[in-house]
């Protein structure tokens, strides 16, 4: 109960911060570059409102999970509320959760408008229903999350400035790694083969839960894909919040 009260104020905090203002601003921004660009789209115009669409949606995401997800602990330092809290009954772990849990709703929420104005946008311009639709949204969701709970890793083992830098790096990092395994010269060499190998096992490989490419233009994906990729990720953020729940429990907060 505790730890729900402090998502939901977490939530309106963030809700507060004219956040939900730069929604609407995205979404008219959205619909005007989707109008701009299908005008040049020369018979690909759904696709052109899908990919531009999802993109800002995605871009959003990392922005938020990235610029907030820094400040989240230290805001609270820094304004000394983090001790009122921690001196009633209530325990680190449940606060850092009700952070996280707070900030997750603004993603979700921020996905499912962009989301699906994009998928609208993408209707209105004469593309159809796919079944891929739910699964992107989800897993761009999971992207955020990811990212987010790295910015939260950052920000309890480094300022916030460096927690930024950080956590774009391991945001361009997970993108990049897939196709650079996939290069000739890393097939060719050992050394870089294993430095690669070895990355995977610390940086998320958030490659594979871009699904923008399968719906533009192979529209269908193998489900047994689409499950593993699903389990990658949560067995992912099971492990980093095991990791930040161990930092921030015995980390000195004087």
Excluded at 116 to 145: D, R
Aim: charged letters at 10%.
């Amino acid at each position: 109960m505790k730890l729900l009260t402090i998502a939901k104020f977490t939530f309106l905090e963030v809700y507060r911060s004219k956040l939900m203002l730069g929604l609407v601003f995205l979404g008219f921004g959205l619909s005007l570059i989707t109008y701009v660009a299908s005008e040049f789209a020369y018979g690909a115009s759904a696709k052109v409102a899908l990919d531009v669409g999802l993109g800002i949606m995605s871009l959003s995401n990392l922005a938020i999970a990235i610029f907030i997800g820094s400040t989240l602990l230290s805001k609270e330092i820094e304004q000394r509320t983090l001790y009122m809290i921690l001196s009633r009954p209530i325990s680190r772990t449940s606060f850092l959760l009700g952070k996280i849990l707070g900030l997750s709703s603004v993603l979700l929420l921020n996905t499912l408008i962009l989301g699906i104005l994009s998928i609208f946008l993408f209707m209105q311009q004469g593309g159809t229903g796919q079944a891929l639709f739910p699964w992107v949204l989800l897993f761009s969701f999971f992207e955020a999350l990811i990212i987010l709970v790295f910015a939260v890793f950052f920000s309890l083992i480094t300022n916030v400035t460096l927690s930024v830098i950080c956590t774009f790096a391991i945001c361009v990092t997970g993108h990049a790694l897939n196709e650079t395994s996939r290069l000739i010269l890393v097939k060719l060499s050992p050394v870089l083969k294993l430095i690669i190998d070895t990355c995977f096992f610390f940086i998320p490989n958030l490659y594979k839960l871009n699904l923008k490419d399968f719906l533009l233009y192979q529209q269908t994906i193998d489900l047994n894909y689409l499950v593993m990729t699903q389990a990658y990720a949560l067995l992912y953020l099971t492990a980093m919040f095991a990791l930040i729940m161990l930092l921030f429990k015995n980390k000195n907060l004087d």
